[in-house]
Structure formats: C-alpha cells, structure tokens
Nanobody, 127 residues
Framework: QGQVKESGGGLAQPGGSLRLSCTAAESQFDRYAMAWFRQAAGKEREGVACIRDDGSLDYYSKNVEGRFVATRDNAANIVYLQMNSLKSEDTAMYFC????????????????????WGQGTQVTVPS
C-alpha cells in the first residue's frame, strides 16, 4: 500500500473534460478501495468519488454525480477519474487516496478513513 501518485490535471474550459490518473504501489493494489477528493482554495477537503477494490461499485458526491466517473484497471495498478461537463466550481486540487478496506463504506467521503494520499494534481476551470 501507499506510494500514491496523481497525474492528468490542468486547465479545461467550462463544459470540457479531463481524465485524472492515479497509481499506487503494486502490493495488493486490487484489495483496497480507492477514492478521489478535492480541495478548493479556502475550503475543506471533500470526497468526490470512491471505487471499491474490484471496481464493481462506485460512489459519487452529489456535486459531481452524472458528470464524473471513476474506474480502475487493477492489472495496471491505475485508478481513473473521468471528469466531464466541467464547471468553474470544479476548480480544486484533486487528491487520490487509498483505503485499508475493500469497500468504500458508508463514510467513504471522510478523509480520515484513508491513510494513504498522493500529493495532488491541480484542475482549473475558468469561469
């Protein structure tokens, strides 16, 4: 577990798309849920999406549901966050986090439940 690293952030126009990627250590990657969080300037970190170990279930915050999709490729140790129909309010630093549980659970959006974090990748959508 651990050694989490995000990539793929950048500048996108309103209504546009970006895909974020997240890699983690190979050891038992397919045994842990992965989540995406974001933190805008001056705001608390919020849960965006969570996907369980085998990719069979995923969860989203109300702010992004229907626009963002989380997927994972366990053979390549990668988790993706496809972000569509981007809005200015999606501007934030996006973080990938690895759980110590297989499933996302009821409290998946609580950062305290995720011990392993990447350093983040910036997404900017101008207004």
């Amino acid at each position: 577990q651990g050694q989490v690293k995000e990539s793929g952030g950048g500048l996108a126009q309103p209504g546009g798309s970006l895909r974020l990627s997240c890699t983690a250590a190979e050891s038992q990657f397919d045994r842990y849920a992965m989540a995406w969080f974001r933190q805008a300037a001056g705001k608390e970190r919020e849960g965006v999406a969570c996907i369980r170990d085998d990719g069979s279930l995923d969860y989203y915050s109300k702010n992004v549901e229907g626009r963002f999709v989380a997927t994972r490729d366990n053979a390549a140790n990668i988790v993706y966050l496809q972000m569509n129909s981007l809005k200015s309010e999606d501007t934030a630093m996006y973080f990938c986090a690895q759980s110590t549980f297989r499933a996302c659970g009821y409290g998946w959006a609580d950062p305290e439940d995720f011990p392993y974090w990447g350093q983040g990748t910036q997404v900017t959508v101008p207004s």
